[in-house]
């Protein structure tokens, strides 16, 4: 099995590689990379390896700016410090995420894991096609709006968007700084213009990206109440009864 380890604190790769090799001699690291930049170079020149382990803040910026900018073929285990990203990390094809300190307990849980799903022939052709498929950008969806505060007028795009929200007929853009924007557009007209993989209409007043999910609770008569982060600040959002099923869905892509 050929690995590749994306990790910017030196002792925490080289802790992982012998773990890896402990648990498995035949493991191969194939290499051992820190940046973003660099990891992109790696998925667009070589081939790419059988399992990826990949921390999430490395030394130039968040690893999932790797997966918008590059095509990646193999599964994913995540090890990392923070915890906060879990959501985000299993939209991927993730098999695992692993806090820091791993340990040997947690990296056999994680391998037999990769291997069960590999022997049990969920890596078919189609299903590694919908996992490319999922790494590609959306050049059919809104990547940016047109703001105005006062005189002045910028662009915002929707990687920094946090949700959308209605009261009465005024729709709100809210920015993951907690900044709140008025804009011409209605709910309707955004669920056709956003990406549907990284937005979701949790009820009739509001649209979130999937990266301002905190927490996700269960809510009384069968819904669910989702906590969702905008600056220093935290809202509260339920999801519709009649739209649960198809949020969970949305969930695990």
Known sequence: ?????????PLAAERLKMLLHHFDPSVQVEDVIDNVEDAVE?????????LLFLDIELADGISFGIFSKVQVHCPVIFATAYDQYA???FRLFSIDYLLK???A????RAINKYRSVTQSAVLSKEVLDMIRAS?????GYKNRFLLKTGTRMFFKDTSDIAYFYAVDKTVYLVTKDGNRHTIDYT???????LDPAEFFRLNRSLICSVTSIKEIKTHFNSRLKIALKAGAQTDEAIVSRD???AFKAWAEL
């Open 42 to 50: 790696f998925f667009n020149t070589r081939p790419h390896p059988d």
């Open 101 to 103: 300190p791993v340990t």
């Open 243 to 245: 739209r649960v099923q």
């Open 187 to 193: 709910l309707e007209k955004l669920q056709e213009l």
């Open 135 to 139: 790494h590609k950008p959306h050049p």
């Open 1 to 9: 099995m050929k690995v590749l380890i994306i990790e910017d604190e």
């Open 87 to 89: 959501i985000e990390a």
């Open 105 to 108: 307990e947690a990296i056999a």
